[in-house]
């Protein structure tokens, strides 16, 4: 199913939210991710699930192998990754129609990064040569999937409500210049919008009245799902804010510094810190269902809390399609 055509049958003031994962690198840790994802699905509900795709396609056999899990052994709505830089056509065409076999209606489209060459020296295989210079941005696979699959595919773009300019980045970003560029991504065929993960609410804030106030008036009710990152552990936490540039303001990192050589009180902050974060975005005014974005890192407890605390877990009796959706094939409709 459409991520788009799901929210539009929800309730104009219902809350929804979509789990990441990403594939693991061996097939003991497909087995483990597996019955975790069983578990989840069932007792968490999410609208629907997205499976990350490693920069040049490193991950593609098993990006594939966990959508396939998630769309057709699990029945959940599944939303592919999917990086175009760096990647041969072939790999791009070979992906979107093993999706379209799998009975994937999602894709998220992404420019992807240059892969670092240990990336490659752990899967054992030579960068793939960037023969193709169709794709530089992302708005390149926005137009080329349209083109080539018109709107079977619902199309989803990112986009980074904080600001950064880090000597280790090639890229300065800032929200203020990438918006003509996500403005023309929007409209060159997106259908919704998911964030960088932040945990600065005012920032955020801020990036989504610019987005809705926009001149061009192309964000006006497309829908716009904030990333969140579940606190895992205080250095998970420092390594991946540092390595997506966002920051973490001083009121949460004094929370958390509190009781950093304590995991478990790390994770216990954590929670509230989220569901302060959850609670901030749900009063925001929105045109129509406010959705959120967890990236889990195939991990189960700290969403699963967050989920529960925020009441963000869909009552099962309203749930309409997750039970057929396990019978039904969906390559066939
Ligand atoms: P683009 O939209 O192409 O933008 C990239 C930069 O180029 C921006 O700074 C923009 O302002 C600039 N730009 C865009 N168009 C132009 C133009 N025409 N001329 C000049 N400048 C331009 N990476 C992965 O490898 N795998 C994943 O699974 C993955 N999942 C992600 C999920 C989310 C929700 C997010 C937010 C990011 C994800 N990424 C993933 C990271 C992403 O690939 C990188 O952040 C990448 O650097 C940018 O991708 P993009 O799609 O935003 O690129």
Not at 38 to 43: I, L, V
Not at 130 to 138: G, I, L, M, P, R
Not at 160 to 165: A, F, V
Not at 227 to 233: E, K, R, T, V, Y
Request: with cysteine; glycine share 6%.
């Amino acid at each position: 199913e459409r991520i788009t055509d799901k929210i539009k049958a929800l309730p104009e003031d219902a809350n929804f939210f979509s789990l990441e994962f990403f594939p693991p690198k061996t097939q003991m840790g497909f087995a483990n991710l597996q019955s975790r994802l069983e578990r989840m699905s069932q007792a968490l509900r999410p609208l629907f699930v997205t499976v990350t795709w490693g920069a040049g396609g490193s991950t593609a056999a098993k990006s594939l192998e966990l959508a396939e899990i998630c769309q057709r052994q699990l029945g959940l709505t599944t939303c592919l990754h999917l990086t175009c830089t760096n990647m041969s056509r072939s790999l791009i065409d070979d992906a979107l129609e093993e999706a379209k076999v799998l009975g994937i209606r999602n894709i998220l489209a992404l420019r992807g990064d240059a892969p670092r060459s240990e990336e490659y020296r752990e899967e054992g295989q030579p960068p793939e040569e960037d023969s193709n210079k169709d794709f530089t941005w992302a708005i390149d696979l926005v137009r080329y999937i349209r083109k080539q699959y018109g709107d079977y595919f619902c199309i989803g773009v990112a986009a980074y409500p904080e600001g950064h300019s880090d000597e280790s980045h090639p890229e300065v970003q800032d929200p203020k210049i990438d918006l003509p560029y996500l403005v023309e991504k929007t409209a060159a065929g997106a259908d919704f919008i998911m964030t960088q993960l932040f945990f600065d609410v005012e920032a955020y804030d801020e990036f989504e009245k610019m987005l809705r106030s926009h001149e061009s008036g192309v964000f006006k009710t497309i829908p716009i799902i904030p990333g969140l990152l579940p606190i895992q552990s205080y250095n998970i936490l420092r390594r991946v804010t540092k390595l997506s540039h966002a920051k973490i303001p001083p009121d949460i990192l004094s929370r958390l510094d509190q009781v950093k050589t304590d995991d478990e009180k790390v994770k216990q902050v954590g929670i509230k810190v989220l569901g302060d974060i959850v609670e901030h975005i749900k009063k925001r005014p929105n045109p129509g269902p406010r959705g959120f974005h967890f990236y889990t890192l195939n991990l189960e407890k700290a969403v699963s809390h967050i989920l529960e605390d925020c009441k963000l877990i869909p009552d099962p009796n309203v749930d309409s399609d997750s039970e057929s959706a396990i019978e039904t094939t969906p390559a066939i409709n």
